[in-house]
């Protein structure tokens, strides 16, 4: 079992800046890709961000939903076991409950759906305000 814990949203102004961390513990070496997910007021929930691992610690592969490229940047911690969200000139639309997920399963053809991963946590709410 992997429990995922997300921190750091909250009410900022268009333009702004965020950083969500996401603290994992449990089964975290099991840990094939982490990834970053969001749901706006009705809409279904989408794909942000992913890191997939390769080898044993090191996390190699970045990618990105076509809105969030050049804004928002997914890093990682290993000594934290945490995985962080830099979300940066933070527009309207990015209101939304910002979840992050991880996925044991290795060669699954898509690391963006949100069907690819295991374990998820609980979301923290990022609010963008003119």
């Known amino acids: 079992q992997v429990q995922l814990v997300e921190s750091g949203g909250g009410l900022v102004q268009t333009g702004g800046s965020l950083r969500l961390s996401c603290a994992a513990s449990g089964r975290t070496p099991n840990n094939f890709a982490m990834g970053w997910f969001r749901q706006g007021p009705g809409k279904e929930r989408g794909f942000i961000a992913s890191m997939l691992r390769n080898g044993d610690t090191t996390y190699y592969l970045n990618s990105y939903a076509d809105s969030v490229k050049g804004r928002f940047t997914i890093s990682r911690d290993n000594a934290k076991n945490t995985v962080y969200l830099q979300m940066n000139s933070l527009k309207l639309e990015d209101t939304a409950v910002y979840y992050c997920?991880?996925?044991?399963?290795?060669?699954?053809?898509?690391?963006?759906?949100?069907?690819?991963?295991?374990?998820w946590g609980q979301g923290t709410q990022v609010t963008v305000s003119s």
């Open positions: 997920a991880a996925g044991i399963r290795e060669g699954l053809s898509t690391y963006s759906s949100d069907r690819s991963y295991d374990y």
